[in-house]
């Protein structure tokens, strides 16, 4: 078969569902093949951001891997941030990159799209990738695929597969998957060993789910052993919508001086924090009230498990998850968990729109017709997303980049069927809300809360002073319709209940609900984060 068909073939079997792509003319070659063969469906869009952001949501969602495939160069270059974005948070995400022919490469002449060097491209993937390879020989290709999609999975993070353009159709055996990797019995059985130990021992020990818990697809396992084990769970704030399909005795989201006081107070004072999957990053721990002590607890992450100054390596989440609940015996501890309230009963009147009653008024929503995945970019959308009941959600909550959510909303309809709910600020909507555009040809019909202040306003919280936070007033709800969508602009909450009841009864159409926002005006999240930081710096200063 053809060195591209076995490549396809090999992701298909690796879980990759769909492509979402650019083409180019180092990448044409390729792509034809894709299409012809269509092993696995292709998704174009408009902007490799956009790729690149569908594709890492496409593979959270559903525990898989998803797959980007660009030109080289001006393609390729041009997902940098999207790639980065999916190697912090540990996203499987597999580039797929057109690249020179064999040929050209000698030819002597600097080629359209080169940078510095030729290799340039795959040098600056080695920074945001675990893996890199360039199919430049068709022998060594099967081996070399397995190796990659293989430590893309074990580790959940992106690779980086070039392919020159003069090898896409040479012949190519079928690549043979790696067999899982070993574990070593007797330290997996010592690491499970110290880990119950210490939560017996513990007064109050808490389990915290981060990331790593759904990328390994372990939401069922980790809701069965805390059950087991009696222990109270909060997910961590990049955790957000974790467990909220699985029966877990789920207390809240983790978010220091920002979240409800009582979770808050849980993790930190536990005597036993089993941190399993938790990314230990400033948007998780920095805004601690009280700082938590990482050396006391117990941390299972990237295929090690800490406990207090010992490491245990090769331990992979799964197999520790597992084992775990072989040694804890069945029976359920059931006991109170008193969960998070979440706003509700919006209060259909004439009065402006803040963020709280837009949570208020999602709450209702699905309370009404059945939970949805949701999208949320940066901004105050994503802390407006910690007051929505826990739903499946996918947002750049530790590495931050705005643009993520409309592609990554697509990319979440595309890889489920489900309809989902995008959460986006007018500035982060101003960097990929066009890709709106791609819904009509794929049937896409998400809804989007476009919360609309005219403004940078998180940053305005950090720095009030500055000018250049004001945006002006654009007419989103306007464009819409010549993406293919509907649009509404809604000044109240009156206005606002009847928009979601339209957009609800409304498929086949992206809808697009434009919510006036006045500056200044920031959810309840938000509010306890900025005057947590103060209060931290504060004390910092006196200190
Ligand atoms: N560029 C990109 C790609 N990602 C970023 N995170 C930033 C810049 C910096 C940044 C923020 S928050 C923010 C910017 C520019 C403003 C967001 O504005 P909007 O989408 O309208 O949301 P809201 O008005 O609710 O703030 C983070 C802190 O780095
Ligand atoms: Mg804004």
Redesign the pocket.
């Known amino acids: 078969m053809k060195l591209t068909e076995s490549l396809l073939h090999a992701l298909k079997a690796h879980g990759a569902t769909r492509i979402f792509g650019i083409p180019g003319d180092f990448a044409l070659p390729f792509f034809r093949i894709i299409e012809d063969s269509n092993i696995l469906p292709l998704h174009t869009l408009s902007h490799e951001p956009g790729v690149g952001f569908a594709a890492d949501a496409a593979g959270r969602i559903n525990c898989s891997l998803g797959v980007a495939a660009v030109t080289y160069g001006a393609g390729a270059l041009n997902m940098v941030?999207a790639v980065a974005s999916a190697y912090a948070e540990k996203s499987p995400l597999v580039v797929l990159s057109g690249g020179p022919g064999n040929g050209e490469s000698r030819s002597g002449l600097l080629l359209h799209h080169q940078a510095k060097t030729l290799d340039s491209q795959s040098r600056i993937f080695e920074e945001i990738t675990c893996a890199q390879v360039r199919l430049d020989d068709a022998a060594r290709a099967p081996s070399e695929i397995a190796h990659v999609l293989a430590s893309c999975r074990h580790n959940s993070r992106p690779v980086y597969i070039e392919l020159p353009r003069d090898m896409v159709a040479v012949d190519c055996q079928s690549v043979e998957a790696l067999p899982p990797e070993k574990i070593d019995d007797e330290a997996l059985d010592a690491c499970v060993d110290e880990i119950l130990e210490r939560l017996a021992r513990a007064k109050a020990p808490v389990l915290m789910a981060g990331v790593e818990v759904r990328r390994f697809a372990l939401e069922k396992q980790v809701a069965e052993l805390a059950r087991r084990l009696g222990l109270p769970v909060v997910t961590s704030f990049m955790g957000r919508g974790l467990l909220a399909e699985a029966d877990a005795p789920l207390v809240g989201t983790y978010m220091g001086v920002a979240g409800l006081p009582e979770v808050t107070q849980r993790v930190e004072s536990s005597d036993g924090l089993f941190l399993l999957g938790v990314i230990v990053c400033d948007t998780n721990f920095a805004v601690s009230e009280k700082a938590i002590d990482l050396r006391k607890t117990i941390q299972a992450l990237d295929g090690r498990v800490t406990v207090g100054y010992h490491t245990y390596m090769q331990i992979p989440l799964a197999a520790l998850v597992a084992r775990l609940l072989e040694r804890v015996p069945t029976g359920e501890h059931r006991f109170a968990v008193n969960r998070q309230p979440f706003p509700r009963g919006l209060v259909a009147d004439a009065a402006a729109i803040s963020p709280n009653d837009i949570a208020a008024a999602v709450n209702d929503l699905m309370a009404a017709h059945g939970r949805m995945p949701m999208a949320s970019?940066?901004?105050?959308?994503l802390f407006t997303a910690m007051d929505i009941e826990h739903t499946a959600l996918v947002a750049p909550g530790y590495y931050?980049?705005?643009?993520f959510c409309v592609p990554a909303g697509l990319g979440l309809q595309a890889e489920t069927g489900q309809r989902p709910l995008i959460l986006?600020?007018?500035?982060?909507?101003q960097?990929t809300g066009w890709e709106l555009g791609n819904c009509h040809r794929y049937g896409w019909d998400p809804i989007v809360l476009l919360?609309n202040?005219a403004?940078?306003?998180?940053?305005r919280t950090f720095q009030p002073e500055s000018k250049f936070n004001n945006?002006d007033e654009w007419g989103f709800a306007q464009m819409a319709a010549g993406m293919g969508g509907d649009g509404v602009r809604v000044h109240t909450r009156t206005q606002l209940k009847a928009a979601l009841d339209q957009a609800v009864a409304t498929r086949g159409r992206f809808q697009l609900i434009e919510i006036m926002i006045p500056r200044g005006i920031l959810s309840q999240t938000l509010e306890r984060f900025v005057a947590g930081v103060k209060r931290l710096n504060a004390k910092q200063v006196v200190a």
């Not at 931050?400 to 643009?403: C, E, I, N, Q």
């Not at 986006?424 to 909507?429: E, I, P, S, T, W």
């Open positions: 941030n970019d940066v901004g105050d959308c931050a980049t705005m643009g986006v600020g007018d500035g982060a909507f960097m919360f202040n403004s940078w306003e998180m940053l945006l």
